[in-house]
């Protein structure tokens, strides 16, 4: 029986201003991780959320992770608990509430840390949509049934931490820790932070891909040299550097490195499906890429290729001449950067073990004189979920319900690795669920939130608790 | 008639002492060209070098070169004259009285600004070889002359510059005026600027190579990317560059730009002798570049390859991430940066082409949809000169009565732009006549003269003066 929601829409609409405020309030906090002279305002942030919540008659708990490093303390992390009726179902949401760092000087157009509304609703400033609008969203959602008198459909569980811009320091091991304590009773998981593929049609997101990131270090000399005195006399790390970064990928995306293509889960019928009728046009990525530059020029290859298929590409190199104009050094030691976005069925293990194979073998093939040195340098697995989870069923019919259209099925072409990490530590569907849209410029200047995907996101979030708890078991 | 030498070689024996304390006044000013900040000290060694010449009795003119940019002069040009017989042969010296940068930061013993002499006679100091010793050397010969009251053999004319340690500025212009002018009546040049091939045995340096720098753009997005994001969708420029970068040279030191050796002269019998005799090791290029992974294992082949073979070195990638760790971005704009040393007979402008046409043609192999553009940077040419000639003659005498022994005749892999410049603005022979050794660290830290080299380096140049007055003209 679908749930009665127009009694909460409506409480949601009363209450825009005093969301939009709570919003204001929130942005007005500074929280960058990224910066030590700030980690004040980071648990300033987490102080203000923790007030917003048990004013509301939530359950919080600080849980403490150490010292980032000596003499800076991480900032806490929020553990809350809406609702305790062993006959709900719990369900378990996840939101950061430190901000990337932001000066008015790098190009915004209104001060970053004061919420700026302009005449087309769109809510200017740091945070906005990353990811303090989404975080709000739930607490919006939590004071609007209590104001209209709903009755809470789920035991809401929390997980708000400081530290996802800078790397979620400490995280894992609280989330493998609390897996069989604090979340035990979980039975899904919802993440709000991330993005539409486009401005207008909402998505629900099912997969991440992998990075696996290496370093490749090629030395001889004992110091940099002189091009004019050794130059023809000395095998040059740069050349051996070059030489074997040519041979990982040419430029219309193909890895050239043997296997790698054998570990990628081939395209079922039923996931093609799924790019007929994706929101997105050439237009869209012309837009995010600032060029026409693209390797296809068809939506499907080019969504493949984004969520779907392993990706290489060369960041750069350490060690050499890289500033502007002209000096005549032979670089001593190179290390050339780069990584592979991996998919389905990659295993990050052999992947590594087939790079490595591949670079030490074209080095061998240049029978130089060099020293080679392989790094791997970090790697993060992809993930992928069922879009046909009870978990996704929900939410599709909240979206549905809200915004008068099936939302997208998609894909991310980057991670977020907290994402496996619920998955398998509570051993639950993880949905993400994202509330702003693809103009929203998380990270850059002039973020943003439109109020509409403030105030239906709201809705839409509530929706999804209500749906989600009466979803029948599939899968 | 071989000149008596004797009586000056003892007048400059009986003299070291307030030679080297010559020296340790030039090297307490610390006349830094690079730094702004230290103009004045460039000025204040300007002043001391005049008082020592006219104290001495020579006529010095300053020549003013303007701005080096608005509220910075250019450090004055010296032009000093010792003699003006019509008699006599007029022989032109060049030097530079400003020093690299240093710091005892930087890792030096002792202070770099206070001449300091070890127990093995070694003076350290910045610029004590390079070039303030050589120049004092020239005022140490007028000097002794002038108290053993022997005739001095030459019109000595003088040209000491401020800005060599920074590119020399303006300097050509004021040679080209003043050919006809100032230096209408030399005879021969004779620069002392650079080093022994090894420690131990002299050398007269007859060659350098030329240099001609390029740089190779690859642009295609409006702004750098997110590679999770957008990795597999657009063209890489990196993926671009490195396949056009690694097309131009082999790890063994082979181009392998067509055309480019076309244009090497072919090694004559009578150069190929020359190479049978240096003092020069493999365990001396060992020491050089710290390590041994040199190209070749014999030291012919590897001289040929320094001095009279082209090379190439890439020296890295501009736009591209460079710094330490691991950053998964797309550059949008990167530009590889690589030169090529050129040697007899390479046409700087028919190497310029050479290469715009093979790297052009490289990148429209890759059939890419990014931008692609040529930078040629700067070109110097090469320079050689005949060893045969009497003004080499002569310096060989000159070295051969003081140290014992017949100096190599060598080349170097490096430039010295003012050397071809002097050659073709005067007409005259030039000759490079070294008075530090390759272990004197000139540019490095802990940067020294050998008190053996500095006061037979000052008997050597008197006594070039002496040959070169009288040796017969050949060539």
Same sequence: chains 1, 2.
Avoid at 65 to 91: A, F, M, N, T, W
Avoid at 184 to 203: F, M, R
């Amino acid at each position: 029986m679908a749930p009665v929601l127009e009694p909460y829409f409506k409480q949601v609409d009363s209450m825009a201003d005093s969301f939009i405020d709570r919003l204001r309030k929130a942005v007005a906090i500074p929280s960058i991780s990224a910066d030590a002279a700030h980690r004040p305002a980071v648990v300033k942030m987490a102080d203000f959320l923790e007030n917003e919540l048990t004013t509301l008659g939530a359950h919080v708990e600080r849980r403490y992770l150490g010292e980032q490093h000596p003499g800076l303390d991480l900032p806490p992390v929020l553990l809350g608990r809406y609702g305790d009726d062993p006959k709900k179902r719990s369900i378990l949401v996840y939101g950061h509430y430190d901000v990337q760092p932001a000066l008015k000087e790098d190009g915004w157009a209104t001060d970053p840390f004061t919420l700026h509304v302009d005449e087309k609703d769109r809510m200017f400033g740091r945070g906005s949509t990353d990811d303090k609008g989404p975080v709000l969203g739930w607490i919006n959602a939590i004071e609007a049934h209590k104001k209209a008198g709903i009755e809470f459909p789920v035991n809401l569980l929390m997980c708000f931490e400081g530290m996802e811009e800078s790397g979620s320091e400490g995280l894992d091991n609280l989330i493998k820790q609390e897996a069989q304590v604090f979340f035990k009773d979980v039975d899904a998981v919802c993440i709000s932070d991330n993005y539409w593929l486009g401005a207008e049609k909402p998505c629900l997101t099912y997969g991440l891909r992998g990075v696996s990131y290496f370093g490749i270090e090629v030395s001889g000399p004992g110091q940099d040299l002189h091009s004019g005195v050794y130059g023809g006399t000395v095998t040059e790390p740069m050349t051996d550097l070059i030489n074997v970064m040519s041979t990982l990928v040419n430029n219309k995306g193909r890895i050239l490195i043997p296997g790698i293509y054998d570990q990628v889960a081939p395209v079922t019928p039923e996931e093609e499906a799924l790019y007929a009728d994706i929101a997105f046009t050439m237009q869209d990525l012309y837009d995010g890429i600032g060029s026409k530059t693209a390797i296809f020029d068809d939506t499907k290859s080019t969504l493949m290729a984004r969520w779907r298929n392993p990706s290489l590409s060369l960041h750069g190199v350490e060690g050499a001449f890289s500033a502007e104009g002209a000096k005549t050094v032979i670089p001593a030691k190179v290390i050339g950067k780069f990584s592979i976005r991996t998919v389905p069925d990659m295993d990050p293990e052999k992947v590594e073990k087939l790079v490595q194979q591949h670079v030490e073998w074209e080095f061998a093939k240049l029978n130089s004189n060099n020293t080679f040195k392989f790094h791997p340098l970090h790697a993060g697995k992809w993930w992928v979920s069922s879009p046909k989870h009870w978990n996704f069923t929900a939410a599709a019919k909240a979206v549905e319900q809200v915004w008068g259209v099936k939302p997208d099925m998609t894909r991310e072409g980057g991670s977020i690795p907290v994402t496996l990490t619920f998955e398998q530590q509570t051993g639950k569907n993880v949905l993400l669920l994202p509330m702003g849209s693809s103009t929203d410029a998380a990270h850059s200047i002039n973020e943003k939130l439109d109020k509409k995907n403030y105030i239906q996101g709201t809705k839409m979030l509530g929706a999804y608790l209500h749906f989600v708890a009466e979803e029948p078991i599939t899968e």
